[in-house]
Protein backbone atom coordinates (compact mmCIF):
# COMPACT_ATOMS: atom_id res chain seq x y z
CA UNK A 1 0.00 0.00 0.00
CA UNK A 2 0.87 3.60 -0.74
CA UNK A 3 2.62 5.34 2.26
CA UNK A 4 4.30 8.33 3.60
CA UNK A 5 6.83 8.08 6.34
CA UNK A 6 8.26 11.17 7.94
CA UNK A 7 10.42 9.95 10.85
CA UNK A 8 10.95 13.19 12.86
CA UNK A 9 8.11 14.04 14.74
CA UNK A 10 8.93 16.96 16.50
CA UNK A 11 13.12 19.04 15.14
CA UNK A 12 14.59 21.94 16.65
CA UNK A 13 16.65 24.40 15.54
CA UNK A 14 19.05 27.25 15.81
CA UNK A 15 17.81 30.50 13.61
CA UNK A 16 20.33 30.83 10.87
CA UNK A 17 21.15 27.45 11.14
CA UNK A 18 20.71 24.59 7.91
CA UNK A 19 17.57 21.96 8.23
CA UNK A 20 16.89 19.06 6.83
CA UNK A 21 13.54 17.25 6.83
CA UNK A 22 12.78 13.61 6.32
CA UNK A 23 10.23 12.18 4.06
CA UNK A 24 10.41 8.54 2.61
CA UNK A 25 7.38 6.86 0.22
CA UNK A 26 6.19 3.66 -0.55
CA UNK A 27 4.97 3.70 -4.02
CA UNK A 28 5.26 1.09 -7.17
CA UNK A 29 5.30 4.17 -9.88
CA UNK A 30 6.77 7.18 -10.19
CA UNK A 31 6.09 8.87 -7.49
CA UNK A 32 4.52 12.63 -7.80
CA UNK A 33 5.91 14.67 -4.61
CA UNK A 34 4.95 17.82 -2.66
CA UNK A 35 5.85 19.61 0.81
CA UNK A 36 3.50 21.27 2.28
CA UNK A 37 3.91 23.97 5.49
CA UNK A 38 0.91 24.83 8.12
CA UNK A 39 1.56 27.64 9.93
CA UNK A 40 -0.42 28.03 12.96
CA UNK A 41 -3.63 28.45 12.58
CA UNK A 42 -3.38 28.32 9.30
CA UNK A 43 -4.11 26.04 6.11
CA UNK A 44 -1.45 24.38 4.25
CA UNK A 45 0.55 25.96 1.56
CA UNK A 46 2.36 24.43 -1.07
CA UNK A 47 6.23 24.88 -0.67
CA UNK A 48 7.36 22.71 -3.56
CA UNK A 49 6.58 19.80 -6.09
CA UNK A 50 7.96 17.08 -7.73
CA UNK A 51 6.46 15.19 -11.07
CA UNK A 52 9.43 14.68 -13.06
CA UNK A 53 13.17 15.97 -14.57
CA UNK A 54 15.92 17.62 -12.40
CA UNK A 55 15.33 15.46 -8.95
CA UNK A 56 16.68 18.71 -7.27
CA UNK A 57 13.36 20.99 -6.90
CA UNK A 58 13.19 24.51 -6.04
CA UNK A 59 10.72 25.83 -3.88
CA UNK A 60 8.92 29.37 -2.21
CA UNK A 61 10.54 30.53 1.03
CA UNK A 62 13.99 29.39 0.21
CA UNK A 63 13.31 25.85 0.47
CA UNK A 64 14.22 23.23 -1.80
CA UNK A 65 13.88 19.20 -1.90
CA UNK A 66 15.69 16.66 -3.50
CA UNK A 67 14.25 13.26 -4.85
CA UNK A 68 16.10 10.13 -4.31
CA UNK A 69 14.38 7.07 -6.38
CA UNK A 70 17.25 4.52 -4.82
CA UNK A 71 16.32 5.50 -1.20
CA UNK A 72 12.47 6.23 -1.87
CA UNK A 73 12.81 10.03 -0.09
CA UNK A 74 12.31 13.22 -0.58
CA UNK A 75 13.91 15.57 1.69
CA UNK A 76 13.25 18.90 2.80
CA UNK A 77 16.08 21.55 2.62
CA UNK A 78 16.63 25.00 3.50
CA UNK A 79 20.54 26.24 4.24
CA UNK A 80 19.45 29.35 6.72
CA UNK A 81 16.20 29.02 8.80
CA UNK A 82 14.79 32.16 9.84
CA UNK A 83 12.16 32.20 13.06
CA UNK A 84 8.95 32.52 10.60
CA UNK A 85 9.83 28.93 8.96
CA UNK A 86 8.35 27.43 12.83
CA UNK A 87 5.72 25.69 11.46
CA UNK A 88 4.61 21.63 10.62
CA UNK A 89 5.86 20.30 7.25
CA UNK A 90 3.90 17.38 5.85
CA UNK A 91 5.32 15.49 2.85
CA UNK A 92 2.80 13.72 0.29
CA UNK A 93 2.48 11.64 -2.47
CA UNK A 94 0.35 11.45 -5.30
CA UNK A 95 -1.94 9.23 -6.64
CA UNK A 96 -2.90 9.55 -10.27
CA UNK A 97 -4.91 7.87 -12.69
CA UNK A 98 -8.67 6.78 -14.05
CA UNK A 99 -10.96 8.11 -11.11
CA UNK A 100 -8.61 8.86 -8.89
CA UNK A 101 -6.75 11.54 -7.65
CA UNK A 102 -5.74 11.41 -3.76
CA UNK A 103 -2.59 13.01 -1.98
CA UNK A 104 -0.97 10.04 0.76
CA UNK A 105 0.06 12.48 3.74
CA UNK A 106 2.64 11.85 6.19
CA UNK A 107 2.20 12.65 9.69
CA UNK A 108 3.91 15.47 9.21
CA UNK A 109 7.62 17.41 10.83
CA UNK A 110 6.87 20.01 13.29
CA UNK A 111 9.38 22.56 13.52
CA UNK A 112 10.46 24.70 15.98
CA UNK A 113 12.94 27.53 16.01
CA UNK A 114 15.22 28.99 18.41
CA UNK A 115 16.49 32.25 18.45
CA UNK B 1 -9.38 37.55 -1.11
CA UNK B 2 -8.58 33.73 -0.11
CA UNK B 3 -8.90 31.57 -3.25
CA UNK B 4 -11.13 28.91 -0.82
CA UNK B 5 -12.88 30.19 1.69
CA UNK B 6 -14.18 27.80 4.86
CA UNK B 7 -17.05 28.25 7.18
CA UNK B 8 -17.17 28.55 9.53
CA UNK B 9 -13.56 28.72 10.92
CA UNK B 10 -14.63 27.32 14.65
CA UNK B 11 -17.79 25.52 15.73
CA UNK B 12 -18.64 23.76 19.11
CA UNK B 13 -21.25 21.39 18.71
CA UNK B 14 -23.13 18.59 20.72
CA UNK B 15 -23.03 14.59 20.03
CA UNK B 16 -26.31 14.18 17.91
CA UNK B 17 -26.40 17.14 16.11
CA UNK B 18 -26.37 17.71 12.77
CA UNK B 19 -23.34 19.88 11.48
CA UNK B 20 -22.71 21.46 8.24
CA UNK B 21 -19.01 22.94 6.93
CA UNK B 22 -18.92 24.45 3.85
CA UNK B 23 -16.33 25.53 1.65
CA UNK B 24 -15.88 28.05 -1.23
CA UNK B 25 -13.61 28.64 -3.94
CA UNK B 26 -12.98 31.31 -6.44
CA UNK B 27 -10.36 29.87 -8.65
CA UNK B 28 -12.59 27.89 -11.19
CA UNK B 29 -11.38 24.59 -9.90
CA UNK B 30 -13.17 21.40 -11.04
CA UNK B 31 -11.88 19.25 -7.74
CA UNK B 32 -12.60 19.98 -4.49
CA UNK B 33 -11.71 17.55 -1.42
CA UNK B 34 -12.44 17.12 2.02
CA UNK B 35 -9.88 16.01 4.56
CA UNK B 36 -9.40 16.20 8.28
CA UNK B 37 -6.56 16.56 9.98
CA UNK B 38 -5.66 14.55 13.60
CA UNK B 39 -2.69 14.99 15.69
CA UNK B 40 -0.46 12.90 15.05
CA UNK B 41 -2.02 11.51 12.08
CA UNK B 42 -1.91 14.02 9.25
CA UNK B 43 -4.37 14.48 6.92
CA UNK B 44 -6.94 12.00 5.77
CA UNK B 45 -9.11 12.37 2.62
CA UNK B 46 -13.02 12.28 3.52
CA UNK B 47 -14.84 12.91 0.08
CA UNK B 48 -13.78 14.33 -3.07
CA UNK B 49 -15.33 15.75 -6.40
CA UNK B 50 -13.82 15.43 -10.07
CA UNK B 51 -17.34 18.38 -11.28
CA UNK B 52 -20.78 18.65 -10.12
CA UNK B 53 -22.13 15.47 -11.20
CA UNK B 54 -18.91 13.23 -9.45
CA UNK B 55 -18.63 12.62 -6.36
CA UNK B 56 -16.58 10.25 -4.65
CA UNK B 57 -15.57 8.52 -1.38
CA UNK B 58 -12.24 8.79 0.28
CA UNK B 59 -10.30 6.30 3.39
CA UNK B 60 -12.51 7.92 6.39
CA UNK B 61 -16.11 8.67 4.75
CA UNK B 62 -18.28 7.02 7.38
CA UNK B 63 -20.46 9.02 9.46
CA UNK B 64 -19.87 12.20 7.02
CA UNK B 65 -21.74 13.22 4.00
CA UNK B 66 -21.21 15.96 0.66
CA UNK B 67 -23.13 17.97 -1.30
CA UNK B 68 -21.29 19.60 -4.49
CA UNK B 69 -24.17 22.62 -5.29
CA UNK B 70 -22.09 24.38 -7.86
CA UNK B 71 -18.66 23.97 -9.08
CA UNK B 72 -17.18 26.86 -6.19
CA UNK B 73 -19.36 25.67 -3.46
CA UNK B 74 -18.58 21.98 -1.74
CA UNK B 75 -20.33 21.20 1.49
CA UNK B 76 -19.13 18.57 4.12
CA UNK B 77 -22.02 17.34 6.58
CA UNK B 78 -22.16 15.22 9.56
CA UNK B 79 -26.03 13.73 9.96
CA UNK B 80 -25.10 12.96 13.94
CA UNK B 81 -21.89 14.08 15.44
CA UNK B 82 -19.63 12.31 17.28
CA UNK B 83 -16.75 13.54 19.99
CA UNK B 84 -14.07 11.63 17.71
CA UNK B 85 -15.31 13.32 15.06
CA UNK B 86 -13.76 16.33 16.52
CA UNK B 87 -10.57 17.30 14.25
CA UNK B 88 -9.68 20.25 12.00
CA UNK B 89 -10.99 19.71 8.64
CA UNK B 90 -9.54 21.22 5.52
CA UNK B 91 -10.85 21.94 2.21
CA UNK B 92 -8.98 21.80 -1.27
CA UNK B 93 -9.34 22.58 -4.58
CA UNK B 94 -6.97 21.67 -8.00
CA UNK B 95 -7.27 21.90 -11.35
CA UNK B 96 -5.32 19.04 -13.12
CA UNK B 97 -2.60 20.07 -15.30
CA UNK B 98 -2.08 16.07 -17.71
CA UNK B 99 -1.54 13.55 -15.63
CA UNK B 100 -1.00 15.34 -12.25
CA UNK B 101 -2.59 18.10 -10.45
CA UNK B 102 -1.98 20.24 -7.22
CA UNK B 103 -3.92 20.68 -4.80
CA UNK B 104 -4.43 23.90 -2.71
CA UNK B 105 -6.29 24.30 0.97
CA UNK B 106 -8.70 26.43 2.17
CA UNK B 107 -8.00 28.13 6.50
CA UNK B 108 -9.64 25.01 8.19
CA UNK B 109 -12.55 24.46 10.39
CA UNK B 110 -11.76 23.82 13.62
CA UNK B 111 -14.77 21.56 14.95
CA UNK B 112 -15.05 20.26 18.47
CA UNK B 113 -18.06 17.90 18.89
CA UNK B 114 -18.59 17.32 23.28
Not at chain 2, 25 to 45: A, E, F, V
Request: hydrophobic share 35%; glycine share 10%.
Amino acid sequence: AQSVTQPDIHITVSEGASLELRCNYSYGATPYLFWYVQSPGQGLQLLLKYFSGDTLVQGIKGFEAEFKRSQSSFNLRKPSVHWSDAAEYFCAVGLYGGATNKLIFGTGTLLAVQP
Amino acid sequence: DADVTQTPRNRITKTGKRIMLECSQTKGHDRMYWYRQDPGLGLRLIYYSFDVKDINKGEISDGYSVSRQAQAKFSLSLESAIPNQTALYFCATSDPAGVTDTQYFGPGTRLTVL
